[in-house]
């Protein structure tokens, strides 16, 4: 009989994007050269944060709402992250609580006077109702250099100015920005998942892609619900916002623990991290290919990406019949 081939259906998972649009695109026609037709059908997992730092917010935006329409027969999923969830905030996208005022998230902040002090948090027409972290992404941060980041900050301690210029507002101008971004940008933003699970395979766990992560000491349980049903009513997000806390795997070995949002690119059998970049400009744009782990990069060569790939399990297999 005959050989007949069997492709399996790859996993592309795409770190930090914050507003690198030329590194994007670089990266996407990396992944469709390297995978070939098995890229039309992939689930492509984008990891979140896709404003701030660089220089074309809106650019991106453009590039990831018209993905669903130019690959219809891919999956796309889009995460949300701290610096989408701050934007959101501040365009006042958040979907409202019945009896609650999104000012009660700024009760109970630890030292609040001295980081609203700190942060310059955003105080314009409308703050009065406005979540903390759209205050902290409108604002302006007082320190002009981040130790932790070894980067000037750029506007608010979420490093916003670049997106407000992307949309050819002033930092902090919250009507501008908003008559600015477009009904299809602002659609996309109201959408973004904070979680997305996906069933595993002999060589994949069950997949949990969260931004920043799950908290290895809080009930599971607790965790999923709170992400699936996007409660916004925490003044803090630790799985969009956490860093040591959430850098583990939870105890449960059968999840393969996804995300982005540290700066880092890190790989264990049940934890991965893709942020190469961390949206610095001198750092590369990265993707993982699963379930072979491959990991793809905006630059490098396409002769690099098809030898990286040449050995995949996803590579076309012969089978006896």
């Given at each position: 009989?005959?050989?007949?081939?069997?492709?399996?259906?790859?996993?592309?998972?795409?770190?930090?994007?914050?507003?690198?649009?030329?590194?994007?695109?670089?990266?996407?026609?990396?992944?469709?050269?390297?995978?070939?037709?098995?890229?039309?059908?992939?689930?492509?997992?984008?990891?979140?944060?896709?404003?701030?730092?660089?220089?074309?917010?809106?650019?991106?935006?453009?590039?990831?709402?018209?993905?669903?329409?130019?690959?219809?027969?891919?999956?796309?999923?889009?995460?949300?992250?701290?610096?989408?969830?701050?934007?959101?905030?501040?365009?006042?996208?958040?979907?409202?609580?019945?009896?609650?005022?999104?000012?009660?998230?700024?009760?109970?902040?630890?030292?609040?006077?001295?980081?609203?002090?700190?942060?310059?948090?955003?105080?314009?027409?409308?703050?009065?109702?406005?979540?903390?972290?759209?205050?902290?992404?409108?604002?302006?941060?007082?320190?002009?250099?981040?130790?932790?980041?070894?980067?000037?900050?750029?506007?608010?301690?979420?490093?916003?100015?670049?997106?407000?210029?992307?949309?050819?507002?002033?930092?902090?101008?919250?009507?501008?920005?908003?008559?600015?971004?477009?009904?299809?940008?602002?659609?996309?933003?109201?959408?973004?998942?904070?979680?997305?699970?996906?069933?595993?395979?002999?060589?994949?766990?069950?997949?949990?892609?969260?931004?920043?992560?799950?908290?290895?000491?809080?009930?599971?349980?607790?965790q999923l619900r709170v992400l699936r049903e996007k409660d916004?009513?925490?003044?803090?997000?630790?799985?969009?916002?956490?860093?040591?806390?959430?850098?583990?795997?939870?105890?449960?070995?059968?999840?393969?623990?996804?995300?982005?949002?540290?700066?880092?690119?890190?790989?264990?059998?049940?934890?991965?991290?893709?942020?190469?970049?961390?949206?610095?400009?001198?750092?590369?744009?990265?993707?993982?290919?699963l379930p072979g782990r491959q990991i793809v990069r905006d630059?490098?060569?396409?002769?690099?990406?098809?030898?990286?790939?040449?050995?995949?399990?996803?590579?076309?297999?012969?089978?006896?019949?």
């Amino acid at each position: 009989m005959a050989a007949t081939t069997v492709a399996r259906r790859p996993t592309v998972c795409i770190g930090d994007v914050h507003g690198h649009l030329i590194r994007l695109r670089a990266l996407w026609r990396n992944l469709e050269a390297g995978l070939g037709a098995l890229f039309a059908s992939a689930t492509v997992i984008f990891l979140g944060d896709y404003c701030d730092r660089g220089p074309d917010t809106a650019g991106v935006l453009d590039f990831l709402v018209a993905l669903p329409a130019s690959y219809p027969s891919q999956k796309h999923v889009f995460l949300c992250g701290n610096h989408d969830f701050g934007m959101s905030a501040f365009l006042g996208l958040l979907p409202a609580v019945p009896g609650f005022p999104f000012s009660r998230t700024w009760e109970g902040t630890k030292g609040a006077e001295e980081k609203q002090e700190a942060e310059g948090w955003w105080s314009g027409r409308g703050f009065e109702d406005m979540h903390l972290q759209g205050r902290r992404w409108g604002g302006r941060v007082k320190a002009k250099f981040n130790v932790k980041k070894n980067m000037e900050y750029r506007g608010s301690i979420f490093d916003s100015e670049p997106t407000f210029s992307s949309y050819g507002v002033e930092h902090g101008d919250r009507e501008g920005l908003l008559g600015a971004v477009p009904e299809d940008h602002k659609a996309f933003l109201r959408k973004l998942v904070w979680i997305y699970e996906q069933d595993g395979s002999e060589s994949c766990g069950k997949l949990v892609a969260v931004h920043a992560g799950l908290e290895a000491a809080r009930p599971l349980e607790e965790q999923l619900r709170v992400l699936r049903e996007k409660d916004v009513r925490l003044s803090r997000h630790e799985n969009m916002l956490g860093r040591s806390n959430v850098w583990n795997a939870p105890e449960a070995r059968s999840i393969l623990s996804l995300s982005g949002h540290h700066g880092s690119l890190h790989m264990e059998s049940h934890r991965l991290i893709i942020d190469e970049s961390g949206g610095q400009d001198n750092m590369p744009l990265a993707a993982v290919v699963l379930p072979g782990r491959q990991i793809v990069r905006d630059t490098d060569s396409i002769g690099h990406v098809l030898d990286g790939l040449a050995q995949s399990p996803l590579s076309l297999q012969a089978s006896a019949d």
